[in-house]
Every structure is written in C-alpha cells, then in structure tokens.
C-alpha cells in the first residue's frame, strides 16, 4: 500500500459541511451562555468555536 492510497478520500469517514455548520452554532451558543453567565471561562469554548467555523468555511 502506497502512502497515496492510506490517505485517499475514500476511506476516510465523510461528514459534510452542514453538520460543521450545525456543530460552529452550537458552540457558539454555548460560548455566547459562558461569555454572560461565566465570564471568565468563556475562553475554553472559543477553540471549539473557532474550530467548527473554519471547517464550515472548508479552509480545513
């Protein structure tokens, strides 16, 4: 097996935009809760956030 071949797409599970959509506005509103009711913790949901969005966008 060809290096070429571990990595096709093909094998790899398939999730499309739509779901990195869906998973970018839920950790937004988990982030926009944490940022009002625990303010100083709203930073460990910004990676998720930021994560999802750029998947979405498909720059990842």
């Known amino acids: 097996m060809t290096s070429k071949d571990a990595v096709s797409a093909d094998t ?3 999730t499309t935009r739509r779901n990195y959509w869906i998973f970018f506005l839920i950790s937004l ?3 926009i809760l944490m ?3 625990m303010n100083q ?3 460990v949901s910004m990676p998720f956030m930021l994560t999802f969005l ?3 966008l498909g720059y990842m």
Do not use: D, R
Request: glycine share 0%; charged share 0%.
């Open 41 to 43: 913790w709203f930073w």
């Open 35 to 37: 940022l009002i009711f």
């Open 12 to 14: 790899q599970p398939h």
């Open 29 to 31: 509103v988990i982030f």
């Open 54 to 56: 750029v998947m979405a």
